[in-house]
């Protein structure tokens, strides 16, 4: 979690169900072009604006939760930092005390007693932010990303 954390950015490249209750996501890390150009805002020029990309040479990550209570997926435009809230990370997030917490224990069958604890986690990428909450963390793998486009 440490190292997605660490990333400049993240591409959401894949979310989907492999089985019943099983979430897996696939994030790529993303940076600077290294290529700088000029771009036309009105009547201002800026200058030395990059693309952020990802390609072959940026890690990939794939997260799976075997289990999970609820998920949502938010367009990072409109996704707020709430101040009321506890998480550490920054690109991978753990809240211990969250709104969308609040929303799962008031709105679904969920106790300490069944499920048990339960945790927040977040994946904050370019374009998309998704909540997790499950019962236990997920299971981290680095993939090859000069494989991604032909597989996912």
């Known amino acids: 979690m440490q190292q997605i954390d660490s990333a400049k950015h ?3 490249r894949s979310i989907y169900e492999p089985e019943d209750n099983v979430l897996l996501l696939v994030v790529q890390e993303a940076g600077a072009s290294g290529h700088p150009k000029n771009i036309q805002l009105g009547e201002t020029t800026v200058s030395g604006v990059q693309d ?3 390609g072959e040479h940026e890690l990939a990550y794939q997260i799976m939760f075997p289990y999970y209570i609820s998920y949502a997926v938010t367009n990072e435009s409109f996704a707020i930092v709430d101040d009321a809230e506890v998480r550490t990370g920054r690109l991978f997030s753990i809240y ?3 709104r969308f917490l ?3 224990r008031a709105t679904m069958l969920v106790t300490e007693d069944f499920p048990g604890p339960i945790s927040h986690f977040q994946v904050n990428c370019l374009n ?3 909540d ?3 019962t236990s963390k ?3 793998k680095v993939l090859n990303s000069g ?4 597989q996912l």
């Open 147 to 150: 494989l991604l486009d032909g």
């Open 52 to 54: 952020i990309v990802s």
């Open 102 to 104: 609040d929303y799962v």
């Open 138 to 140: 997920p299971e981290i």
């Open 96 to 98: 211990t005390k969250s």
């Open 132 to 134: 997790v909450v499950s």
């Open 128 to 130: 998309h932010s998704i």
């Open 10 to 12: 993240l591409y959401l």
